[in-house]
């Protein structure tokens, strides 16, 4: 089923996005050289590619999205840009630790709510 392919993998990716979020987190408090080898910069853009095209497949077959809309489904959008932004200023913008470090732990917590508009499928998960 092409359904349920696309779904393990926009879970897969989800999931590897987050970890290595995580690690080039840790990389960034430790001022790591990892942060600036060639790979680390690529790969996050091959995940997150990834999981923007598995996301818009996965809620256009599944739930005809956008044409037909679903909060959830918005929240979702708009949570993943929420978390992009901050992810940008924990590892690269923020001009201080306290700023990095703020945004970083704000970026897991987006992402948490991410994870639990998808299980529960509405945009106040509480
Ligand atoms: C960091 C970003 C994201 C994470 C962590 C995430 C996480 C998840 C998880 C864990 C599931 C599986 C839910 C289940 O099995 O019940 C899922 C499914 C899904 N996600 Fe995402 N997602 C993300 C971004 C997005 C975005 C931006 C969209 C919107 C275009 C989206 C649309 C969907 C849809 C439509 C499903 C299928 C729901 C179903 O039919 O059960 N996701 N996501």
Redesign the pocket.
């Known amino acids: 089923m092409l359904y349920i392919g696309l779904?393990h993998l926009?879970?897969t990716v989800?999931t590897l996005?987050?970890l290595l979020f995580i690690l080039r987190g840790g990389w960034m408090v430790a001022g790591s050289a990892m942060l600036q080898r060639k790979w680390v910069k690529i790969v996050p853009h091959v995940i997150d590619t990834t999981?923007?095209v598995t996301?818009?497949a996965?809620?256009w077959i599944?739930?005809r999205?956008p044409v037909v809309l679903h909060d959830w489904?918005t929240a979702?959008?708009v949570a993943?840009v929420v978390?992009i932004v901050l992810g940008i200023i924990a590892l690269k913008r923020g001009r201080t630790a306290t700023i990095r470090v703020t945004a970083f732990f704000a970026a897991l917590v987006v992402?948490a709510y991410?994870?639990m508009v998808?299980?529960y499928?509405t945009p106040l998960p509480i």
């Open positions: 779904k926009h879970t989800a996005t987050v999981l923007l996301a818009f996965v809620a599944g739930w999205y489904i979702k959008v993943l978390y992402y991410i994870v998808a299980l499928k």
